[in-house]
């Protein structure tokens, strides 16, 4: 979301002179507090993040990762691929043992299997969150209804999923609409009309869809009784793209 954010913010005209590069165009002084939320976003992103490089925009720096697994660029974002059920990614990290903590992982499973993220401390307390290949919700059909898949496994059921939109981000969509409403093509209302359905879509209540991209966002809760836990992400068979990987402290504890 916040680099979709950052391409809007880059996509306002008038931010310059048309003939003089250096001198500020109307829409300069929006552009600048949209740029500047952006880059708060970013920062409040990475401070809430315990996970270093949980979006993978850094390669596989700061993960342990087996041969095969890779990251890759799909359109404007960084995807973690495992393509096997021999490779998988892990990171180590410190926690507070007294605290509640929300595991929230953003991913989807092409094809059969499972796509599995686990997160345990060392008094081998573990949850876990599954992903299927029919999680999400076709965005070829016309009837907005859930592929029929008859692999399906049943899900976890400790898992409780919830979608935290960002505020800031919100805000600053609402306030770039109304400056380049004009301005956009065709081809870039379609796509922020297809941005906002797949904001609110859900296959259950306690799923968020991305429908343009099919992956799904779920969350699960964890109490840790030591000061480390570990992230273990991998399948049992096909691939498993995963998208971001989030671990937040709960607040007011």
Known sequence: NIISA????????????????????????????????????YSLYERRNIIKNG?????LDH???TPHARVEQIGDTDVLVIPNWGSNVSQNLCVEHNRGYVLRVTAKKVDMGKGIVTISDCAKNTETVTFTS??????????EQS?????????EVNESITNQPDYLLNQARNELRCYIRNEITSDQSEFHSSQEMNEQWHYHSNET??????YVTR?????????????????????????SVELICMEGQ
């Open 147 to 155: 592929l029929t898949c008859t692999s399906c496994d049943g899900y």
């Open 134 to 143: 029919c999680d999400y919700v076709s965005t070829e059909s016309t009837s």
């Open 219 to 243: 969350t699960i809760d964890f109490f840790p009784d030591t000061d480390q836990v570990r992230i273990d992400i991998g399948e049992t068979e096909g691939i498993f793209k995963v998208e």
């Open 209 to 214: 869809i991305n429908g343009q991209m099919n």
């Open 6 to 41: 950052e391409h809007l913010v880059q996509s306002i005209p008038y931010v310059y002179n048309k003939w003089l590069s250096t001198v500020p165009g109307m829409n300069y002084a929006i552009y600048k507090e949209l740029e500047l939320r952006v880059a708060q976003a």
């Open 63 to 65: 993960w342990h990762a």
């Open 55 to 59: 979006d993978f925009h850094h390669g």
